[in-house]
């Protein structure tokens, strides 16, 4: 019997069984493709994201599969700004706030990472009945103790335990083209969305060497007039990109949408990335929003697993995530608004009212943290996220590992902390770590927060702050109270 069996080998599937594995979890994974898809899908990630990916053991290679993307532009048809998004260096998390990459490339970083865990991946199985146990779950011939569906949008784990789907109504067809240049070329801004009622265009970046347009179907053409190879070289024409100096990778017409499972999780059996959610690409938020469920399911699944929790913990995956996507597919329904506007005069009106409220360079809308779950209720800093300082120039968690983290500043000392609560600590991997030497992410921080003691989440989520040792001492204390009695074995 495996410990869990996950239906999908995307990025989320395939993250989702390295952050298991390496928690020593027996994996296998179920995938009903015979062969890895070729064809570039996901194009950006975020500087939290990037540090999850990094979780996952490969975030040297992924610095040299990806590329920053410093500015993220709205203008209209005359070349007006509407919006302006942007940061140049590494964020909060250790990571540029932006960066570009291709799917396929990424994919086989996780893949190898995966293998060399021991992940059992089986390829070409299309699963087609689910049973639940008291005590496992059997899925065509698999026994595990539980089952995750990263499975995507047509998700068949979902359909076959019956999650109804809150459909928002956001439809509008686009045409993708992925292109590889045969020569390096500087675009500037490196992403750029074109409101242009004629032709609302995208022009983003695909990862080094490559780029992504997206061109919206006008009301006057079918489907099948925009979807043509033909076509694809006439609209990528006015950018100076012709075969003569590019490759086209892939060409294809989507249907961008909004829609949320209701509920994550029935008895032993999860959902997660687009199986839970499906968002407009806008916000650069779909893939980002699936690895994030991987990195909170991950260690809630190793506790109850180990016996160090009940069941119950697991429920807190969708509270904790249901908010956040939601806002992530708002967030990105409300960008979409922006440019899908065919209509001269209505996107007149938005130029008019967007051009004068612009003001330089904003940071990108940040997505909410947890307002409940397993944190300190009564923390007012509990639910937001701990940056990632440098140790010595290594990121910190590079140096100290993954997992709870109970993060020292200002001198507190890890012997001054409890000896039965460090003891515990450690029975769930945590690790009492000192930040002595100056770093301007932690100093920040810690100034910011008027505190001295950070208790991080394995999802680098704070469960809690304190001002010293003995309330650091008793926020462990309140931890094991929080997983021991409310979430009792």
């Known amino acids: 019997m495996f410990d869990v069996a996950i239906v999908g080998y995307g990025p989320v599937g395939n993250a989702l069984a390295i952050l298991l594995a390496q928690l020593g979890r027996s994996v296998v994974v179920l995938e009903r493709r015979l062969a890895p898809y070729p064809l570039p899908r996901a194009v950006h990630f975020d500087h939290e994201v990037g540090r999850i990916l990094q979780m996952c053991g490969i975030g040297r290679e992924l610095r040299r599969i990806s590329e920053p993307a410093d500015v993220y532009e709205w203008r209209n048809a005359e070349g007006t700004t509407l919006l302006r998004f942007g940061q140049a260096g590494d964020g909060p998390s250790g990571w540029p706030a932006s960066s570009m990459f291709n799917q396929p490339a990424l994919e086989r970083l996780l893949d190898a990472r995966a293998r060399a865990l021991g992940v059992e991946v089986r390829r070409g199985v299309e699963i087609t009945a689910l049973v639940q146990r008291d005590d496992h779950v059997e899925v065509d011939g698999i026994t595990a103790r539980y089952v995750v569906g990263c499975d995507g949008a047509n998700s068949t784990v979902r359909s076959l335990i019956g999650t109804p789907v809150t459909d928002l109504g956001f439809f509008y067809d686009w045409l993708i083209v992925d292109v590889v240049l045969h020569e390096p070329r500087r675009f500037d801004p490196i992403n750029l969305q074109i409101c242009d009622p004629a032709r609302p265009t995208t022009a983003v970046s695909g990862g080094p060497g490559r780029r ?278």
């Open 212 to 489: 992504r347009w997206e061109f919206m179907r006008l009301p006057h053409e079918s489907i099948e007039e925009l979807d043509d190879e033909g076509r694809a070289w006439e609209l990528l024409a006015p950018w100076d990109v012709h075969p003569g100096n590019a490759t086209l990778e892939r060409h294809a017409t989507y249907t961008f949408s909004a829609r949320y499972a209701e509920t994550w999780r029935t008895g032993r059996v999860l959902l997660a990335g687009d199986a839970a959610h499906l968002m407009p690409p806008f916000a650069g938020q779909g893939m980002c929003s699936g690895l994030r469920d991987a990195a909170n399911l991950a260690w809630k699944l190793d506790l109850v697993l180990r016996g160090l929790a009940g069941e119950g913990l697991l429920d807190s995956y969708v509270s904790e995530r249901l908010p956040s996507v939601q806002a992530a597919i708002g967030l990105s329904m409300e960008l979409g608004k922006v440019i899908c506007v065919p209509d001269p005069a209505e996107a007149a009106a938005r130029d008019a009212a967007m051009a004068a409220g612009v003001n330089g360079t904003a940071p990108a809308p940040g997505l909410p943290g947890i307002a409940a779950g397993l944190i300190a209720a009564t923390d007012p800093h509990a639910g937001s996220q701990l940056v990632q300082g440098s140790i010595q120039g290594r990121p910190f968690d590079e140096v100290h590992g993954n997992g709870w983290r109970l993060v020292l500043h200002d001198g507190v000392a890890p012997d001054e902390i409890g000896a039965a609560e460090r003891t515990w600590f450690e029975t769930i991997g945590g690790k009492v770590v000192a930040v002595d030497a100056p770093d301007r992410w932690f100093d920040r921080w810690f100034t910011e927060h008027h505190t001295s003691c950070a208790l991080m989440r394995p999802d680098f989520y704070v469960y809690g702050t304190a001002s010293d040792a003995a309330s650091a001492s008793a926020l462990l204390a309140d931890l094991r109270c929080h997983l021991t009695e409310e979430h009792r074995p």
